[in-house]
């Protein structure tokens, strides 16, 4: 088996190398426990790989033969235990027959043998299995971001270009010893996924049997990005915001769009959440005062976005309601965000509308946890 073929099987976390030093060895011993394990794990194995004998021991013998002519029965194995480490039948079927129709009756259950087709047909299958895997297990967290215009992507996104992005983040960071890898790409017709990993700033220790070894590792971080920059979904661990600001630099280099994204913190229904927006107009301008409001879809020719914003610490309060006396007001379904001063201490709500759910994000920089538990206290009575 190549280097090439080598890291390959690596990148999927199988240890390959631990196989072919078992084979050094004793071969004769590691051919029969590939056998055993084969048998074992699927009925289909044998007729797939042409080596069922009539007896155990001439498949034994058949499948050494097929083993020292070339690389199909240690493929075929390193395939067993990725099917094995992925314990999803239902995906690996599923992407079977959605993307290559290689699933017959007898074999739409038997992901041990789809692996191995799939591998067969073209092994980078195996890559897209294993990340659409990973990103079936973790739980995105939703970032909205202040878009308010049109806007035209200048250029694509590659897995190339993201590369090259997120060389760029890190070079704009004050600490240059952190990099990023791009480990997968995909695109589909409303979104881009990435999935990199980002060094950490420490070596951290591993505990070899003779000494501890201190080595470089990284963090897996995950981008959902949607082409309209109005979301992304991220996966980041320990550095979410941090993370948040380079989505950002994919809005500016893709687009030369100024975004900042804010995570979603609550989800409410949305009537609640037009009910919420209707109900703040009206609040004593002492207590609660919209500072500014941006609505899409205003009521004039072209549709366009509009920002209504204070010029002072008063408000806008009236200037909405004379919108609404002239019958020039959006409605409150087309509230794009809102910035409020509650009892002197100022922050922004972003709305994202599903359907009947409404998830919100809020920036509270630079006020203290009292003052952001007493914001929160107020939402959540508002939106109960």
């Not at 004998?53 to 395939?79: F, H």
């Not at 202040?146 to 694509?156: A, D, L, P």
């Not at 971080?221 to 991220?234: E, G």
Request: glycine letters at 2%; proline letters at 2%; one cysteine or more.
């Amino acid at each position: 088996m190549d280097k090439e073929q080598i890291t390959f099987w690596l990148n999927l976390e199988i240890p390959v190398e631990d196989f072919l030093e078992e084979e050094k060895i004793n071969k004769t011993k590691f051919t029969r426990k590939i056998f055993n394990r084969l048998k074992h794990k699927s009925k289909n194995w044998f007729d797939t790989l042409n080596i069922k004998g009539i007896s155990d021991e001439e498949t034994i013998q058949k499948l050494r033969d097929l083993y020292n002519s070339d690389n199909k029965v240690i493929n075929a194995y390193c395939c067993s235990w990725f099917a094995h480490k992925l314990s999803n039948p239902s995906l690996v079927s599923s992407f079977a027959i959605k993307n290559f129709n290689l699933v017959s009756k007898n074999l739409e259950k038997d992901d041990q043998i789809l692996s191995y087709l799939l591998y067969e047909t073209n092994k980078d299958y195996l890559v897209d299995l294993y990340y659409e895997h990973f990103l079936q297990k973790i739980q995105m967290e939703t970032y909205l971001s202040n878009y308010v215009s049109s806007f035209k992507v200048t250029q694509n996104l590659t897995k190339d270009t993201a590369q090259k992005i997120l060389d760029k983040y890190e070079k704009k960071r004050k600490n240059k010893r952190q990099k990023s890898k791009v480990w997968w790409f995909k695109e589909d017709d409303s979104s881009w996924i990435i999935l990199f990993r980002r060094s950490r700033l420490k070596r951290v220790p591993i505990k070899q049997v003779d000494r501890n070894n201190f080595m470089m590792t990284a963090d897996l971080k995950a981008f959902k990005i949607d082409k309209n920059f109005a979301n992304v979904y991220l996966y980041s661990k320990k550095e979410p915001s941090r993370m948040a600001k380079c989505a950002s630099l994919f809005a500016k280099e893709l687009a030369h769009l100024n975004l900042d994204y804010l995570k979603q913190e609550k989800i409410s229904s949305t009537t609640k959440v037009n009910n919420f927006i209707s109900n703040i107009q009206t609040k004593p301008k002492s207590d609660l005062k919209i500072i500014e409001i941006c609505f899409k879809n205003f009521p004039l020719d072209d549709n366009p976005t509009m920002i209504l914003k204070s010029q002072d610490e008063e408000g806008i309060n009236n200037s909405i309601q004379q919108l609404k006396n002239e019958r020039k007001y959006p409605g409150e379904q087309n509230v794009l965000y809102i910035k409020l001063s509650y009892k002197n201490k100022k922050f922004d709500v972003k709305f994202n509308r599903k359907g009947e759910n409404t998830g919100i994000a809020l920036n509270y920089r630079g006020l203290i946890q009292k003052g952001r538990e007493e914001i929160l206290a107020f939402l959540d009575k508002e939106l109960k």
